[in-house]
C-alpha cells in the first residue's frame, strides 16, 4: 500500500514541478476563486501549489467559466436529485453539440451507469424550455 512517506517529492520536500490541479485562490485573478484550475506549479511536503499565471484573455476565460458552469451544475444536479439541472449541464458540456439531444445523452448515461446511479432520483422534476434555443426538454 501506498503511504505519503514512500513519495520522495513529498517525504523530501524536493518542490519539483508538475502540472498540478489545485483551487484558483487568485493564481488566475480573473477567474473564479473556488475553481480548480489546471496550472504549472509544484508538489511538496505541503501539497501542490501552482504558480502565478496572471488574467487569462476573454476568448479563455469564456472557455473556462462554461466548464466551470457545467461542472457546479452536475454537482448541484446530484446534490438536488434534479434530472434538469443534470441536463441543462449537459446542454453546457462541450462535447454535446446538438443541445436538442442532450436529453437522450443524459438518458443513455444513466442507463450505462445504472449500477452506479439509482435512476429514481434523477426522475424529471418538470419541462424545461431553453430561453435562448427556444426548444422544449421533455
Do not use: C, H, M
Given at each position: 500500500a501506498f503511504k505519503?512517506?514512500?513519495d520522495p517529492f513529498i517525504a523530501y520536500d524536493l518542490n519539483n514541478e508538475f502540472v498540478v490541479l489545485v483551487r484558483n485562490e487568485g493564481i488566475i485573478?480573473?477567474?473564479e476563486s473556488?475553481?480548480?484550475?489546471?496550472?504549472?506549479?509544484?508538489?511538496?511536503?505541503?501539497?501542490?501549489?501552482?504558480?502565478?499565471y496572471g488574467d487569462i484573455d476573454p476568448y479563455y476565460k469564456g472557455l473556462m467559466e462554461g466548464q466551470y458552469a457545467y461542472e457546479?451544475?452536475?454537482?448541484?444536479?446530484?446534490r438536488e436529485k434534479s434530472y434538469t439541472k443534470a441536463l441543462k449541464?449537459?446542454?453546457?458540456?462541450?462535447?454535446?453539440i446538438d443541445p436538442s439531444k442532450a436529453g437522450a445523452v443524459l438518458d443513455d448515461l444513466m442507463e450505462a451507469?445504472?449500477?452506479?446511479?439509482?435512476?429514481?432520483?434523477?426522475?424529471?422534476?418538470?419541462?424545461?424550455?431553453?430561453?435562448v434555443f427556444q426548444y422544449n426538454i421533455v
Open positions: 505519503v512517506g514512500d485573478p480573473n477567474f473556488r475553481a480548480i484550475i489546471e496550472v504549472a506549479g509544484t508538489i511538496g511536503k505541503d501539497g501542490a501549489k501552482g504558480y502565478p457546479q451544475l452536475t454537482v448541484e444536479a446530484f449541464a449537459l446542454i453546457l458540456n462541450r462535447s454535446v451507469n445504472k449500477d452506479y446511479w439509482y435512476l429514481p432520483i434523477f426522475q424529471f422534476q418538470e419541462p424545461f424550455k431553453d430561453p
